[in-house]
T-cell receptor, first 115, second 112 residues
Framework: KAGVTQTPRYLIKTRGQQVTLSCSPISGHRSVSWYQQTPGQGLQFLFEYFSETQRNKGNFPGRFSGRQFSNSRSEMNVSTLELGDSALYLC??????????????FGEGSRLTVL | GQQLNQSPQSMFIQEGEDVSMNCTSSSIFNTWLWYKQEPGEGPVLLIALYKAGELTSNGRLTAQFGITRKDSFLNISASIPSDVGIYFCAGPTGGSQGNLIFGKGTKLSVKP
């Protein structure tokens, strides 16, 4: 079973630009969550999508957005990039069809550097 | 807001030693999760705990769900070099599967 795939793995942007990150969940998983990981703040929840609908959103500004497609693939977008947006962005998928086990399957992440 | 406090922040141990780390919260959690992240990888779930007082093992790893539901412990016995990584405790918040709050992690280094 293929794992969670995130693209691109690495990218460099400059302040003011925007970026789109992509995530393909494990086949059959309908929930996709996004997390930002930084040395200072650790792992922070951005948002979760289920059946193309945003189910939950973390405490991030509106510059951070996402969407989910009918095949469960998800994208997140960050507009007007700031230096502080430099981070590892992790996508996680889960089945979300039964008991809420808390088990998330993470991808390897997309490392964004903003110059 | 909710916060998970992990300690210690880092550990440097000799191969073969046992390791203990813990996680505390001011809020009650109904589920405690322990994840491990290795360099260049995303976190991987090690152990999930669903009941206060529960003690669960996964190979050399043992985790406990505190009776107060405000803490959890993870022990690693007879550590080996591949135990190196960052260990995170986590708990669900927001009522949905994908919304977890994570501790800041315990970075484990093992000297052969």
């Amino acid at each position: 079973k293929a794992g969670v795939t995130q693209t691109p793995r690495y990218l460099i942007k400059t302040r003011g630009q925007q970026v789109t990150l992509s995530c393909s969940p494990i086949s059959g998983h309908r929930s996709v969550s996004w997390y930002q990981q930084t040395p200072g703040q650790g792992l922070q929840f951005l948002f979760e999508y289920f059946s193309e609908t945003q189910r939950n959103k973390g405490n991030f500004p509106g510059r951070f957005s996402g969407r989910q497609f009918s095949n469960s693939r998800s994208e997140m977008n960050v507009s007007t990039l700031e230096l502080g947006d430099s981070a590892l962005y992790l996508c996680a998928s889960s089945f979300a069809g039964g008991k809420n086990t808390g088990e998330l399957f993470f991808g390897e992440g997309s490392r964004l550097t903003v110059l | 807001g909710q916060q998970l406090n992990q300690s210690p922040q880092s550990m440097f141990i000799q191969e073969g030693e046992d390791v203990s780390m813990n996680c505390t919260s001011s809020s009650i959690f109904n589920t405690w999760l322990w994840y491990k992240q290795e360099p260049g990888e995303g976190p991987v779930l090690l152990i999930a705990l669903y009941k206060a007082g529960e003690l669960t093992s996964n190979g050399r790893l043992t985790a406990q769900f505190g009776i107060t539901r405000k803490d959890s412990f993870l022990n690693i016995s007879a550590s080996i070099p591949s135990d190196v990584g960052i260990y995170f405790c986590a708990g669900p918040t927001g009522g949905s599967q994908g919304n977890l709050i994570f501790g800041k992690g315990t970075k484990l280094s093992v000297k052969p």
